[in-house]
């Protein structure tokens, strides 16, 4: 304990720097694919969709690390890379494993809120067509926050799967929690130590994802529990 007590401050950076790629990572992942969800839920033209389905397919069938090596260990190699200014990301571990993040993570969101929103209840859809609501209005107003609820509990695992494979970051020489504990390993040669504390910090880190998705989840079925609550309270 006496290592890890005088150790604890690396294992701390190491936390916020696996904090900033997994939220940095998700966010603009989200912002990908949400448009990508609608197109391949939308558009029926499968020459339209068949770079976006490429993309999802790519994404969900090969591993994480993979993809990190081909875009850390890859890119360099195209000398159009290198002369453009592309290669001032491309040259630095953290811009590689945020971008394998976010487009591994992109690929899965696709098809959770793709799910999502071909299984709106067709009486929603008939509700806001019965008042005069446009497309994009019905897509705004209704489609997507049901499609968004229904797809919290899923979307709440892939968090937790990138907190998971934030740990492959180490594997391209960034120091986050993973990347600390490998190096307070090879310092005092004391395993057990070294990845205990890992494996407390990522528990810490998903129990309070959980927490916040549960939260989450609780407010968006208020209207759900009313109705709950309204069956079960007996006739007269």
């Known amino acids: ?33 949400v448009p990508l969800a609608i197109i391949r839920a939308s558009v029926k033209n499968w020459y339209a969709n068949a770079p976006i389905r ?18 850390y260990y890859g890119m360099g190699q195209f000398e159009l890379i290198r002369e453009s200014f592309l290669w001032i990301f491309f040259k630095e571990a953290y811009f590689c494993a945020l971008f ?46 049901s499609a968004f609820r229904r797809a919290l509990p899923a979307y709440g695992n892939e968090v937790i799967f990138m907190i998971h ?8 020489t960034l120091v986050d929690i993973t990347g600390y504990a490998i190096k307070v390993n090879s310092r005092y040669y004391a ?18 994802t959980i927490w916040v998705f549960k939260k989450i989840e609780y407010r968006l079925s208020g209207h759900l529990r ?8 007996p006739s007269a």
Do not use: C, H
């Open 1 to 33: 304990m006496d290592i890890i007590a005088g150790e604890i401050t690396g294992y701390f950076e190491g936390l916020w720097l696996t904090i900033q790629l997994v939220s940095i990572s998700l966010f603009i992942g989200l912002l990908l694919a």
């Open 191 to 208: 395993p057990f130590e070294a990845y205990i504390t890992a494996a407390i910090f990522y528990m810490a880190l998903i129990f309070t």
């Open 100 to 145: 394998a993040f976010t487009l591994n993570t992109a690929g899965y969101t696709t098809e959770i809120i793709r799910g999502a929103i071909v299984n709106t209840s067709f009486g929603e859809i008939e509700a806001a067509k019965s008042v005069g609501m446009s497309k994009l209005l019905m897509l705004r107003r209704i489609i997507l926050p």
């Open 165 to 172: 494979g934030s740990s492959l970051a180490s594997a391209i």
């Open 54 to 71: 490429a993309f999802v397919y790519v994404m969900r069938g090969t591993p994480l690390l993979v993809q990190i090596y081909l875009i």
């Open 226 to 233: 009313r109705q709950d609550e309204i069956t079960l309270i």
